[in-house]
């Protein structure tokens, strides 16, 4: 098995992209306990599972689509961008 070793770039794309979704995340989890709302109908909301809710605001979000990101902003009031 031949593995390529990541470059520097990245390694720093992923860092960051990890950065930025623990900060959404952290803001998720205090605007939805603001409104409150639960997981589960913040889920519903987006159309999410509640577990996925919960990996979400636990800062495991780097890999979810922006669209999700947008979608739940607009959930809270609070848009993305």
Do not use: N
Request: hydrophobic residues 40%.
């Amino acid at each position: 098995m031949d593995r390529r070793r990541r470059t520097d770039t990245e390694i720093d794309g992923t860092l960051e992209a990890r950065a930025i979704a623990a900060s959404l995340g952290r803001e998720l989890r205090i605007a939805a306990r603001g409104r409150h709302l639960t997981q589960a109908e913040l889920g519903r909301r987006v159309g999410l599972s509640r577990p996925r809710i919960g990996e979400l605001v636990r800062v495991d979000g780097a890999t979810a689509p922006l669209d999700v990101w947008i979608r739940l902003g607009k959930a809270i009031d609070r848009p993305l961008a």
